[in-house]
């Protein structure tokens, strides 16, 4: 479980200080889905990176199941993002030069598995998000939807508490954006995992049981009763 | 996935990565060369060196020739005339010691006992003028008014002119010096090799015999088992020496003890061959003798690189020179190179870096990678380097160009003049040009130094990159990407 308290994060432009994130107060409970909408530059993705252990902030505390991320030595953070947190980019953020196999197994490097648990739990991860045949291939060898479903499987191949997911359907057309929607959900319900994502799309924010809206740096949450 | 993912790393950047390569390469292909053409500067150094000094000697122990007075030393052979018609041939050989005043056999063995010199023998260099030939009377022929022809005359001085008569001699001059026996390996003998016959033995320390010099058995078409007479005495040949590199020490070897009798220098040495015990303390020999026996001139073998100059030194300074320069800015300049294409690469791959930051990579981790890259990278340049370096240092023995040595013909080092070098006859005073083959030999330790360098090459590009990997904050990272 997820609980922000006063989460404030200061950024220096020049001489100017700038609010990217203003006292958020948020939990996020386990299992839990939460949808984050709001205008660039509001402060979305910062938040995320906050959530996800890749940023500090600059007051007030991120506790993920009683730790404080905030208070986390680098190494420490390290683990937690390592054994805990799973990332899906909007730009997919694939290693060019790996198949989709290798990349998948990048997520496992740091647990330290065996190579031959290792590649299994990647070609199983692959096997579930139906790209089994397409584990040799390398990322530009892949559409935009097979990418992102690479990532997805990177992301969740760890078994991790967490998934996040910055603006993961941004970069696919509509149809695209569907099956990576579905891939999503259909993993979110299967792992019992705690699913955070943002996004700009309104059409997915709508089907959110729970939409959170930032807007210069200050957070609304709405429950979606209907979805 | 480490070697994996660098493999497929480097393949992708094969470009920058063969910019990078050839960069290190380069400074280690001219590293190679010009080591191993300097290698081969010492090693033709060596052999002028050998070649006046012999094998195994380190230093020489001379005492300085005294001017020679207008008649004191000289030469001179006088010869009656013979009857006009009288085939009669006369000869006279004179046997002269050569260049240095000698010094007493006791200095030897006070030699030896010096602290440092492992051993020490003595040599008798003399030179032998040897002048054969006829003289005869001229005859007189009187004046037609005066009468008969006749020899001398008696009563009146007769009236005529002499006509006929003169001389007709060959002058030879060579030279001949006297050995140790007891210690082939120390002495003038060791700069050259017995390729027919044998050596002398412990047991003719006072044997007519003698060991000839190649170039001169041929002159004077000697062979083994042929006499050779020098004032007088008799000498079989048992062996002829080829100089492993320029000119030998003498024209022909003889026992010491012989050569002191033909010259009447009993007990006497021209030169003495040092060994030093420790070849790190020579310079301390040299000091504790000069120090010990006043008088003497003590030359190393430190002392007589000194002296030479020609081509040879030209290159060797070359070689030391501007090629350890050249080689040293061309690493820099590679080791620069490859630094900055490494970390401008890192630049280019910060999404990649933080997205394997934000999946739990370790900073030490992405580190290892760039710096295992780059590693790499310098050891594909160490291959590349050594293989371009072997190549031309085989080009440069393949051609041979020829070096040409002049030793103490400039008259300001140790070996010109008197007291110099004592190497063999005719060396000590006047300058000795010799010619040589260079050749660029590798050593293992080179090419162990190539490998270093490649690997520090590297480690070099690879910290440039790995710090720069290493202070990638991933938030930073994916957020100066998205």
């Given at each position: 479980?997820?609980?922000?308290?006063?989460?404030?994060?200061?950024?220096?432009?020049?001489?100017?200080?700038?609010?990217?994130?203003d006292?958020?107060?948020?939990?996020?409970?386990d299992?839990?889905?939460?949808?984050?909408?709001?205008?660039t530059?509001?402060?979305?993705?910062?938040?995320?990176?906050?959530?996800?252990?890749?940023?500090?902030?600059?007051?007030?505390?991120v506790?993920?199941?009683?730790?404080?991320?905030?208070?986390?030595?680098?190494?420490?953070?390290?683990?937690?993002?390592?054994?805990?947190?799973?990332?899906?980019?909007?730009?997919?953020?694939?290693?060019p030069?790996?198949?989709?196999?290798?990349?998948?197994?990048?997520?496992?490097?740091?647990?330290?598995?065996?190579?031959?648990?290792?590649?299994?739990?990647?070609?199983?991860?692959?096997?579930?998000?139906?790209?089994?045949?397409?584990?040799?291939?390398l990322?530009?060898?892949?559409?935009?939807?097979?990418?992102?479903?690479?990532?997805?499987a990177?992301?969740?191949?760890?078994?991790?508490?967490?998934?996040?997911?910055?603006?993961?359907?941004?970069?696919?057309?509509?149809?695209?954006?569907?099956?990576?929607?579905?891939v999503?959900?259909?993993?979110?319900?299967?792992?019992?995992?705690?699913?955070?994502?943002?996004?700009?799309?309104?059409?997915?924010?709508?089907?959110?049981?729970?939409?959170?809206t930032?807007?210069?740096?200050?957070?609304?949450?709405?429950?979606?009763?209907?979805s | 996935?480490?070697?994996?993912y660098?493999?497929?790393?480097?393949?992708?950047?094969?470009?920058?990565?063969?910019?990078?390569?050839?960069?290190?390469?380069?400074?280690?292909?001219?590293?190679?060369?010009?080591?191993?053409?300097s290698?081969?500067?010492?090693?033709?150094q060596?052999?002028?060196?050998?070649?006046?000094?012999?094998?195994?000697?380190?230093?020489?122990?001379?005492?300085?020739?005294?001017?020679?007075?207008?008649?004191?030393?000289?030469?001179?052979?006088?010869?009656?005339?013979?009857?006009?018609?009288?085939?009669?041939?006369?000869?006279?050989?004179?046997?002269?010691?050569q260049?240095?005043?000698?010094?007493?056999?006791s200095?030897?063995?006070?030699?030896?006992?010096?602290?440092?010199?492992?051993?020490?023998?003595?040599?008798?260099?003399?030179?032998?003028?040897?002048?054969?030939?006829?003289?005869?009377?001229?005859?007189?022929?009187?004046?037609?008014?005066?009468?008969?022809?006749?020899?001398?005359?008696?009563?009146?001085?007769?009236?005529?002119?002499?006509?006929?008569?003169?001389?007709?001699?060959?002058?030879?001059?060579?030279?001949?010096?006297?050995?140790?026996?007891?210690?082939?390996?120390?002495?003038?003998?060791?700069?050259?090799?017995?390729?027919?016959g044998?050596?002398?033995?412990?047991?003719?320390?006072n044997?007519r015999?003698?060991?000839?010099?190649?170039?001169?058995?041929?002159?004077?078409?000697?062979a083994?088992?042929?006499?050779?007479?020098?004032?007088?005495?008799?000498?079989?040949?048992?062996?002829?020496?080829?100089?492993?590199?320029?000119?030998?020490?003498?024209?022909?070897?003889?026992?010491?003890?012989?050569?002191?009798?033909?010259?009447?220098?009993?007990?006497?040495?021209?030169?003495?061959?040092?060994?030093?015990?420790?070849?790190?303390?020579?310079?301390?020999?040299?000091?504790?003798?000069?120090?010990?026996?006043?008088?003497?001139?003590?030359t190393?073998?430190?002392?007589?690189?000194?002296?030479?100059?020609?081509?040879?030194?030209?290159?060797?300074d070359?070689?030391?020179?501007?090629?350890?320069?050249?080689?040293?800015?061309?690493?820099?300049?590679?080791?620069?190179?490859?630094?900055l294409?490494?970390?401008?690469?890192?630049?280019?791959?910060?999404?990649?870096?933080?997205?394997?930051?934000?999946?739990?990579?370790?900073?030490?981790?992405?580190?290892?990678?760039?710096?295992?890259?780059?590693?790499?990278?310098?050891?594909?340049?160490?291959?590349?380097?050594?293989?371009?370096?072997?190549?031309?240092?085989?080009?440069?023995?393949?051609?041979?160009?020829?070096?040409?040595?002049?030793?103490?013909?400039?008259?300001?080092?140790?070996?010109?003049?008197?007291?110099?070098?004592?190497?063999?006859?005719?060396?000590?005073?006047?300058?000795?040009?010799?010619?040589?083959?260079?050749?660029?030999?590798?050593?293992?330790?080179?090419?162990?130094?190539?490998?270093?360098?490649?690997?520090?090459?590297g480690?070099?590009?690879?910290?440039f990159?790995?710090?720069?990997?290493?202070?990638l904050?991933?938030?930073?990272?994916?957020?100066?990407?998205?």
């Open positions: 479980m997820y609980e922000l308290r006063g989460v404030t994060k200061r950024y220096k432009r020049g001489k100017e200080t700038v609010d990217a994130l006292g958020i107060d948020l939990t996020i409970g299992g839990d889905r939460l949808v984050i909408q709001g205008p530059g509001g402060g979305k993705s910062t938040l995320l990176q906050m959530l996800g252990g890749l940023d500090r902030p600059t007051s007030g505390s506790t993920l199941d009683g730790t404080d991320l905030a208070k986390l030595s680098e190494s420490k953070l390290t683990r937690v993002r390592s054994e805990n947190i799973g990332f899906v980019f909007q730009s997919f953020n694939l290693i030069t790996l198949t989709a196999q290798e990349n998948v197994e990048t997520a496992l490097v740091p647990l330290k598995l065996k190579v031959r648990e290792r590649r299994e739990r990647a070609a199983a991860a692959l096997e579930s998000v139906g790209l089994a045949e397409r584990s040799g291939h990322p530009a060898e892949l559409s935009g939807g097979q990418q992102q479903r690479v990532a997805i990177r992301a969740l191949v760890k078994r991790p508490k967490v998934l996040l997911a910055d603006e993961p359907t941004g970069n696919l057309d509509e149809s695209m954006r569907d099956e990576i929607m579905e999503l959900e259909t993993m979110w319900k299967e792992h019992g995992l705690t699913f955070i994502m943002v996004t700009h799309d309104s059409a997915i924010a709508r089907k959110a049981p729970r939409l959170a930032i807007r210069k740096g200050r957070i609304t949450v709405k429950e979606n009763v209907s | 996935m480490f070697f994996t660098l493999r497929r790393e480097l393949r992708r950047r094969r470009k920058a990565a063969l910019v990078v390569a050839s960069g290190l390469a380069l400074g280690i292909a001219l590293v190679i060369v010009v080591s191993s053409v290698s081969g500067m010492e090693k033709a060596g052999k002028v060196l050998q070649s006046l000094y012999g094998l195994g000697t380190d230093m020489t122990v001379t005492k300085a020739a005294q001017a020679q007075s207008s008649t004191g030393e000289r030469p001179r052979f006088r010869f009656d005339a013979r009857g006009s018609d009288s085939d009669e041939e006369q000869s006279s050989d004179r046997v002269m010691v260049g240095f005043q000698t010094l007493a056999t200095t030897v063995s006070k030699v030896a006992g010096q602290q440092g010199v492992a051993d020490a023998v003595g040599g008798l260099s003399l030179q032998v003028i040897k002048v054969s030939g006829q003289f005869r009377r001229g005859e007189f022929q009187q004046d037609q008014n005066g009468g008969t022809s006749q020899r001398g005359g008696q009563g009146g001085p007769p009236q005529g002119t002499v006509e006929g008569g003169g001389a007709d001699f060959d002058v030879n001059n060579y030279s001949v010096y006297g050995t140790d026996v007891t210690k082939p390996e120390l002495g003038p003998l060791t700069s050259s090799k017995v390729t027919k044998r050596t002398f033995t412990s047991s003719e320390a044997a015999v003698v060991v000839a010099d190649a170039s001169y058995a041929k002159e004077k078409k000697l083994l088992g042929d006499k050779v007479t020098v004032k007088g005495v008799k000498y079989k040949v048992i062996g002829i020496a080829t100089p492993e590199s320029g000119d030998a020490a003498a024209n022909l070897y003889i026992p010491l003890k012989q050569a002191q009798t033909l010259s009447d220098s009993k007990n006497k040495v021209t030169t003495i061959y040092v060994k030093a015990s420790d070849s790190q303390q020579i310079d301390a020999v040299k000091s504790t003798i000069r120090k010990n026996i006043p008088g003497t001139t003590v190393t073998s430190a002392d007589l690189a000194d002296t030479v100059s020609g081509s040879l030194s030209t290159a060797s070359l070689a030391s020179n501007v090629g350890k320069w050249l080689s040293i800015a061309v690493l820099v300049a590679a080791f620069l190179v490859a630094g294409l490494t970390s401008s690469a890192v630049s280019r791959r910060v999404r990649e870096f933080g997205t394997l930051k934000a999946l739990g990579w370790k900073s030490g981790r992405v580190t290892r990678q760039v710096v295992g890259e780059a590693v790499v990278n310098g050891l594909v340049g160490g291959a590349l380097g050594i293989a371009l370096g072997l190549a031309g240092a085989y080009a440069v023995t393949a051609v041979s160009p020829t070096l040409q040595a002049e030793l103490g013909s400039t008259g300001g080092g140790p070996m010109s003049g008197p007291g110099g070098m004592g190497g063999g006859p005719g060396r000590e005073a006047a300058g000795k040009a010799l010619e040589v083959a260079l050749t660029a030999p590798v050593a293992v330790g080179t090419i162990v130094l190539a490998v270093g360098l490649a690997v520090a090459g480690l070099i590009a690879g910290a990159g790995g710090w720069r990997a290493s202070r904050r991933p938030a930073d990272a994916l957020r100066r990407v998205e």
